[in-house]
């Protein structure tokens, strides 16, 4: 059983109808998990149903073994989960520090020390420490907000279309910074759009397609899958 | 020597009374902004709560002098303000309780919230009007003077003279303090961080465990002790007219507008900005001309402006220049 794990989830906004169907992700520590498809596949969705933004109408999501599918959003922050959306993603009228602080305010122990890791992380950060996070680059909010993520040392983070409207220079950066993240242990999730960049850093990848998986694989079999290339990676 | 006297009388009539209606401005606006940044919504009663926060230092006022305590020089309202804030902090929570926070839980749009804070203004004056009643009262004891215009003219042996009310330094002194604290508060604690974080982004903070509840609460404290220090400073200033509070809502809405709203230390700066304008425009500058110009060049007219019974107007104007040039205010606040 993997570490971090939505299985056969369906669920939808609201009253509308179904999004994803009986769509299952799975994560373990210490790889990076890509989830692609088209548009409107459900791919956010997919990740938003494993933090609890929306409700399940059926399947489970289960972190470590214990069922987490009927907690929260917050507390499964408190459990170790954290997520970076893709949009708003930081507090644009707080500095870089702030943000960081109040990435922590969840856990316990030494502010301090979480801020430094994060700086030797992203060392961009630390000289614009006092900045408002509004005046920074695309390339640096995104590093902010990985950051305010991983204040609170996180098992589980789970992103949002990191590179979402950042060049493919500041883009290649991002991708380094989250192999250095998986490097500490953590799970990450992330929902992409650059496909073929975001698989050749995956350990693992998934395809959905209307809300169901259509492929899953390692990122070098996606890649390479004649299927996945023709319809998907439009090569 | 002539100038001299010009400079006194423009600083005595002008620049004393702007300074300290200023500092009584930006306290409300700070009040109305951070009620539009944290709950997102213009309230419509904050005169009035201002005013219903002011009742309770007068009505303890009038106790305090019955039973003999007082504070000597200082009026005895300054003892009574942190019960005042107590009870103004305990309306505005139930309030909070019964009316918005039903509206919060709907995630209502912030028009609904401006019209149900517009019944709460009136319930609020209902409430007034029963407890005190609508006559106007002075409640200031102490030392009325600081500085008297005859003891400064016979210090300096100038023809024009300084008066500083005590009320007036009081004002700004007062203000000064509690603004510093606050700004310290928002900007250097933990909770202040995260009541910005909560203003700034709603969803994110959610996410990183802030408490919406906790914030919202932390914030209606906030708002009772600016509402009812700022309220009991106008009062001690002029006298207690319970209603006069209502009108002052134009040059506080016009001060948060100004400074950015959503703002706190733009509205606090946009305070001043409306006051001296306000006493610019209204003041009459014939005597201060006629220092400065030879005799026989004296104007005969008041050289006014505008009438002070058209002192709103002049709110108003800013207000509606402000909206239409720079509508996020001098200091960039949220657009509205």
Request: net charge neutral.
């Amino acid at each position: 059983m993997a570490y971090f794990e939505g299985a056969k989830m369906t669920a939808g906004y609201g009253d509308g109808p179904d999004i994803i169907s009986s769509c299952s992700i799975t994560a373990n520590r210490g790889e990076i998990v890509a989830i692609l498809g088209p548009n409107g596949a459900g791919k956010s969705t997919a990740m938003k149903a494993m933090l609890g933004l929306l409700k399940l109408k059926s399947g489970s999501v289960t972190l470590n073994g214990e069922d987490i599918s009927k907690i929260n959003p917050q507390d499964r922050v408190k459990k170790g989960i954290s997520f970076v959306p893709q949009t708003r993603n930081v507090f644009a009228e707080l500095t870089v520090r702030e943000n960081l602080e109040i990435g922590g305010f969840l856990t316990e122990g030494s502010l301090e020390n979480k801020i430094e890791s994060i700086y030797s992380l992203f060392p961009i950060l630390s000289e614009k420490k006092s900045q408002v996070v509004g005046q920074l680059s695309g390339g640096q909010r995104q590093q902010v907000a990985l950051g305010r993520a991983l204040m609170s040392d996180p098992s589980v983070l789970m992103l949002d279309e990191p590179t979402a409207g950042v060049s493919p220079i500041v883009m290649d950066e991002l991708f380094e910074h989250i192999i250095k993240v998986k490097k500490t242990n953590v799970a990450v999730i992330m929902v992409e759009q650059n496909a073929k960049q975001a698989l050749s850093i995956s350990d693992r990848g998934y395809v959905l397609v209307t809300g169901q998986n259509k492929f899953e694989g390692s990122g070098n079999d996606l890649l390479e899958d004649p299927e996945v290339r023709r319809s998907f990676l439009g090569a | 020597m002539d100038f001299l006297n010009a400079i006194i009388v423009l600083f005595n009539f002008t620049v004393i009374p702007a300074l300290a209606y200023g500092s009584q401005l930006a306290l409300g606006a700070i009040f109305v902004t951070l009620i539009y940044a944290v709950l997102r919504f213009a309230n419509f009663a904050t005169g009035d709560m201002m005013s219903f926060g002011t009742m309770f230092a007068v009505i303890l006022t009038y106790y305090f002098q019955s039973l003999g305590f007082g504070l000597g020089v200082l009026p005895t309202a300054l003892l009574t303000i942190p019960f005042a804030i107590l009870m103004m902090i305990l309306y505005m929570l139930m309030i909070d309780k019964f009316v918005f926070s039903y509206y919060r839980v709907k995630k209502s749009p912030p028009v609904q919230f401006a019209m149900v804070s517009v019944g709460v203004m009136f319930v609020t004056q209902a409430l007034i009007r029963i407890i005190i009643g609508p006559s106007d009262r002075r409640f200031l004891d102490g030392e009325k003077f600081i500085i008297k215009a005859t003891e400064f003219k016979e210090m300096t042996g100038l023809a024009e003279g300084i008066t500083l009310k005590s009320t007036q330094a009081i004002t700004i002194i007062v203000t000064l303090i509690v603004v510093s604290i606050m700004f310290w508060f928002l900007n250097r604690t933990k909770t202040g961080t995260s009541m910005r974080a909560y203003s700034d982004n709603e969803d994110l903070a959610l996410l990183s465990g802030i408490d919406p509840k906790r914030v919202v609460l932390i914030t209606w404290v906030i708002a009772g002790i600016l509402a009812t220090i700022g309220g009991v400073l106008y009062g001690l200033d002029k006298s207690y007219r319970p209603f006069v509070y209502f009108n002052n809502m134009l040059p506080i809405f016009a001060a948060a507008i100004v400074g950015g709203i959503g703002n706190p230390f733009g509205a606090f700066l946009g305070g001043y900005v409306i006051a001296f304008a306000e006493i610019f425009v209204t003041y009459a500058y014939k005597r201060f001309i006629s220092y400065l110009l030879p005799e026989h060049l004296e104007p005969d007219s008041l050289l006014q402006l505008l009438s002070t019974d058209y002192k709103f107007a002049v709110s108003f104007s800013i207000l509606v220049i402000v909206l239409l040039i720079r509508p996020s205010g001098i200091f960039k606040g949220k657009v509205i």
